[in-house]
């Protein structure tokens, strides 16, 4: 027997999900046109928080007391493999949050309007309301998390300083070799989600995600093999 779909049935290119995907397939045609602006602009934003992030490190330093009990890896044992795995698995909860703040603009923003459309009465409301709360609590989170990393990271390079008898400022130059590209790949989701935010352009958040996570991922393999293995050796000849 066949099924009849009405104008007032749902249509299946009106679902939330089915739209996202086609969104997603027809921004990364677009960018695979010309990736070099989009990516550069992402390169921008997330070198600009790096920046924004280590000032603030370097600030939180220079006032924070130095934990002489403090462990720093590869600088107490010989470099090895399970190092850099911890790294990695530091680093992947980090751009994980990050990527997670682009899925979650995208649901807030393209996902949640859509099927507000399908909507009425106070359903309709609470569709309308979620989005702009959701993004709210993005911004929150990502807040929080950016301030936490600053003062950990003050934190622990306050100690690392004092253990190695250097200034803050030239121990954070002497990790710049890992630091700089490891957070800059970090920050790429992060950098995505406010180049769409403020252009309002949500549906292509999901895009973003999938292309800034492959971007992050062997820059942050490559940065994790230079801190295990590099690293210590030039804050050891820095320190003298």
Known sequence: ?????????????????VRGIADTRATLDEWNDRPGPVVGRWLAGAFA???????????????????PGASFLGLSERPHVGQV???????ALVLALHAMACVAGFIAGSSLPLEAQRQSGAWRWIHEKAGPLAIAFVVAATAFSLVTQAFVLGAGTASLAAKLDIGPGLLLLGLL????????????????????????????????TVVTVLLA????VASAFVEVYVSPGLLRWLAG
């Not at 027997?1 to 999900?17: C, F, I, K, N, Y």
């Not at 795995?85 to 680093?91: A, F, P, Q």
């Not at 630091?179 to 309002?200: D, N």
């Open 217 to 220: 991922v062997p820059v942050l």
């Open 1 to 17: 027997m066949a099924v009849r779909a009405d104008a007032g049935s749902v249509q299946t290119s009106d679902l939330a999900l």
């Open 177 to 208: 070799p890992h630091a700089l590209p490891e957070l800059v790949a970090l920050f790429l989701p992060l950098a995505a989600w406010m180049i769409a935010s403020r252009q309002k352009d949500w549906h292509e958040l999901l895009a973003a």
């Open 49 to 67: 928080i790096t920046i924004a992030l280590l000032s603030a490190v370097w600030l939180i330093a220079t006032v924070s007391v130095p934990d």
């Open 85 to 91: 795995l911890h790294v990695l698995g530091r680093n």
